[in-house]
């Protein structure tokens, strides 16, 4: 008998009263645990439904938390790969729907530029290996993206075939951007640092900017009135640049600031607009034909910065982006600030430098002048001690202490001239007037001419070694004369407690050498490499009240090296110092040597 006839007898049975027999009610007790058996069955096969659908949601939030990115491709018998599943924020951020990308192909959202590397990965993958990679997805939209992506491959129950591809990629975009935003900086803090030249620096401030930060960039300076000028475009099209070029001629700008290029050049602060309405075109144009000009131009997004260092206003930098889907943001405008300061720094830096610049050059003037006018009195008061010199023998009553007084003042007397002339001879240097005229000068002659010009105290004895009295060089015998005597007063300067000075020339070579030695204070190692800088003194010189100019050792450097020749020094602080200047012979010296 059937379940349903056991159940139909035995409803009857209690309907009239009949108690069912022990047989009906075996069978309706088995039937009920029979029934319960299966009602457990489905409860479980319920409930193990409802664990699945949990784990699924669980799953696709926790793979929504862990990746920006995730999918899965289906791997066909013939190796086509295409979408089966994606996450929410991949369809949010690629802007394409589920059934846009399951009709897409994978190669059509990756870069041109990067999907031959991304094309050998996915090979590498289905290979065997486990890929992870940065490349960079297309939007829908036209939006550029980067990713880091990771992937692993799946078999099928029989480990026959991959049947799918599953990956997970993060956004690293802006990490990208922030890289390059602080290599363009450090870049553009390099280039502006070398430059000095103020045109050259105002043209690399606007197209270091483009195309980078802007499709288009200005710059607009502040004249002596503070009316603006605008001096540089530049544009990432070419054609679009002299675009604009022609039409900042024909529109040229005002005695006016526009709005609101005016608010940031009176508030010192930076605008950001993330939209440029059709309104503010109208506002900064002269006519219909440049409103019509500006709009073919297809500008979307701007930021104004202020060019301001030291509080000091010099101007305005405007970016301009055309791309409708990457308007300017807080990052772009703090890179723009960034820049502006830079640029205000090289402009600070070139005006201090054309300011230093200008300075020197009237100090050298100056010095000219000086040295100049000094020359006719020193002139007329060494005459006057070399005449006294010759009459003092003829005025016997004269006393001793007069003749040594004398002495003393044509020993300053000349000193003083060759002060002034080397005075005369750093500012022809430095104003581009220094002229040699070359000869023949026999070397040792002139070194013995030299000495007898040098007035050394009683504490200094100076001597002089020529191995060969003939070497001759072809140079300037005023100008190496004052590098012999430079050296040599240089020596005896430096040499306060006394001792032996050597003035040695030899041959070497094609080359004249000459040795200046002697037993001084010497000159620390740290200070070697500077002492023929102009103006610069040892410290321990100073420190001892050694009196000098700092353009001694410079001239003989310029002189020297004008004749084709080098000087180098070799010293130890407190065993003295070792000058040794190297000079080409005359070409019928090296002649005979050969």
Known sequence: MSNAAIVSIVQHQLAAGICPSADQTEALLALIDTLQAELRVVNEREQSC??????????????????????????????????????EAFTRITGYTGAELGGLSWEGLIHP??????????QRLLQGEQIEAEFRIVSKRGEVRWVYNCARRA?????SRIVRIIGAASDITEHKRADDRLHFLMRTSALLNTSLDYDATLDQVAHLAVPFLADACFMD??????????LIIAHADPHKEQLLCDMYDQYPVGDQWPEPIKQVVLSGKPTLLASIPETLLQSVSADDVQINLLMQLNFQSAMIVPILAHERMFGTLIF??????????????????????LAAMAFDNVRLYSKAQAAVEARDEFLSIAAHELKTPTAALLTATQLLGKWLPKEPELSERVRRELEVISIAAGRLSKLIDSLTEFAHIQTGRFTIEYQPVTLCALARQVLSQCQPSHRHYVALFCNDESLTIEG??????????NLVQNAIKYSPRGGPITLRIERQGDQALIHVQDQGIGIPEAAQRQVFQRFYRAGNAIQQHIGGTGIGLYLVKEIVTRHSGSVAVSSMEGYGSTFTVRLPLSQPQREEQH
């Open 221 to 230: 300076l502040l004249s002596s009135d503070y009316s603006p000028r605008r």
């Open 155 to 159: 078999r099928d129950d029989q480990q």
């Open 320 to 341: 301009i982006s055309e791309r409708l889907h990457q308007r300017y943001s807080q990052n772009d405008l703090a890179v723009a600030e960034e820049l502006a300061s």
């Open 50 to 87: 409802q664990a699945l659908h949990e784990s699924e949601a669980r799953y696709r939030t926790i793979v929504e938390l862990m990746s920006d990115y995730a999918y899965v491709f289906r791997v066909g018998p013939d190796g086509q790969m295409s979408f089966e599943w994606m996450s």
């Open 113 to 122: 530029d990067d999907l031959p590397v991304v094309q050998q990965a996915v």
């Open 476 to 485: 300037d015998a005023l100008r190496l004369e004052h590098v012999l005597y």
